[in-house]
């Protein structure tokens, strides 16, 4: 028997990032944190490219819908006819790239960013907070801690960030569905299938994964009700909730694999449109 | 497995402690609760433990094993490499009385606070009734029981000193339990907002992973809750609806609740 004497009641560290674990508890939140990082810098990089996100018929996902093109082609920006709104308006500010993707990346970012799954993987792995299961917080004790009921309200408007989530799912699987039309310069359409097209099929399939998954989905297509059958029998309601389940209970596998395969499928659309790589597909 | 282990056991009172270690035989298929109760019966019979079941089913050996909170007697020995020493230490958020032994009353007092199940009118002929899928989501809470690790590893009680704002996940669960049931009839949104503190959360999971009997704390408790309060507090739409179906009477309207000690607990 041999006595070690210690300063706390208990054994316990108090001091940031303490912890009696021997185990490797950093590479979660650090490859998360790498993960999470090297994401956005990527989409942050894309989306001023404002260049190479289109080669026909593919489009890159980060800047669907298009509402603003110049319509050149030689330099991969969107024909004018796929522009919701045709040229590009006088009023855009002359500092800011002529790039579509600024008006988009804003809603899907906010729908990741107040995300159940990725609030914990950044309090966790940026915000140290904790940095892991039974570690002491980076900033414990410096201020009342007030968790999401003051300066992260904000979070609970996640609802709102999913109905647009909702709508860009349908808007990626018309640009996937679209994918299979060739439109040749003749001003015909030739369908076929090409890599592409299956790069953005599975896109918009694992973007819809993680957003049937979503938490505020969940409840409002029946979570929110006490009683989903009330008789016994499955309502329409109670299906819904029961498939928002299995989804949610993947929650973050749909969401890592898809935040993947967008920026991938951005990547893809890229090289292909400045002819680094060649598109297999039926039509050439 | 066989030989000899070492174990680094934190002994001492509220007055302070230090840690000691001990080296006691052991043998294939022994958990760290029964390598301690070796210790106690051998080396250190002053030495203060809380156990019971020895199943994983009672609660009571919740202790922090190579600093992660964990039931004793479902920890088994070979889950750690055979030469270094496993350390124990009692759980850090509460209290401790002696040893490996914590005060958990606070845990209770909290329990208390919460207005208890309250049906609504019986069916005509003086029965309740509720169908089993409607129920199943609130069964699953009922499996919890009280070891308290939850409780334990939340950051908010264990390292945020928040025990005056935040009930914690394992009364989260209970509330929820209530709040969803098919049957209750109380309206405790505004306590959960307020007075149990649902909005300090910061959901980062670890009541989940530490549950031993594996409750989906996080996603099928906490969550649904915070997305009530949005409901009640926060989102206008939702709040136009309610109100329009509140009008149009179809929706039953929750009787409102104050927080206090309750009669029952469910």
Known sequence: MSIAPLPRLGGHSTEPLGTA???????????????????????????????HYYAEPYLSPFYSPVLFTSGELASGNAPLAHAWFGQWPSWWPGWLPLSPALLILPFPAAFRFTCYYYRKAYYRSFAGSPPACAVSPLMAGRRPYRGESSLLLFQNLHRYALYFALIFVVILYYDAFRAFFYHRPDGSWQFGAGVGTLVLLTN??????????CHS???????????????????????????????????????????????????????????????????? | MGGERT?????????????????????????????????????????????????????????????????????RLNLYPPEAAITVQPLKAFPVIKDLVTDVSWNYEQNRRIPPFQPGARDPDGQYRMAQCDV????????????????????????????????????????ASLEMHPLDVADRLPLIKEAFGVGLCNITRCCTEVCPEHIQITDNAIIPLKERVVDRYYDPIQRLLGWLRGRRGGTARKLPMSQGPASAPA
């Not at chain 2, 760290?32 to 019966?41: G, P, S, W």
């Not at chain 2, 070891?147 to 264990?158: A, G, M, T, Y």
């Open chain 1, 21 to 51: 674990r021997a185990d490797r508890w950093w590479v979660g939140p650090l490859f998360t944190a790498a993960g999470l990082s090297g994401f956005v810098v990527y989409a942050t990089w894309a989306a001023l490219q404002g260049a």
């Open chain 1, 204 to 213: 918009a399939t694992l973007l819809a994964g993680y957003t049937f998954g």
């Open chain 1, 217 to 284: 989905l969940r409840h409002l297509v029946g979570g929110r009700l006490d009683c989903l059958s009330c008789d016994g029998r499955p309502t329409p309601r109670f299906r819904l909730w029961r498939l928002a389940s299995w989804f949610n209970g993947r929650h973050m596998l749909w969401a890592w694999v898809s935040l993947f395969w967008v920026a991938f499928s951005d990547l893809y659309v890229r090289l292909v449109s400045m002819g680094w790589i060649t598109d297999l597909n039926t039509w050439n």
């Open chain 2, 7 to 75: 174990l680094r056991i934190w002994r001492g009172d509220a007055s302070g402690g230090q840690f000691v270690s001990y080296r006691t035989p052991v043998e294939e298929g022994m958990v760290v609760l029964d390598a301690i109760l070796r210790i106690q019966a051998e080396q250190a019979n002053d030495l203060a433990v809380r156990w019971n079941c020895k199943a994983g089913k009672c609660g009571s050996c919740s202790m922090e094993i190579e600093g992660r909170p964990r039931l004793a007697c479902m920890t």
């Open chain 2, 136 to 175: 199943d989501r609130v069964q699953e809470f009922r499996k919890c029981i009280e070891c308290f690790l939850c409780q334990d590893v939340c950051h908010i009680l264990r390292d945020r000193e928040r025990k005056d704002a935040f009930v914690g996940p394992r009364f989260m669960v209970r509330l």
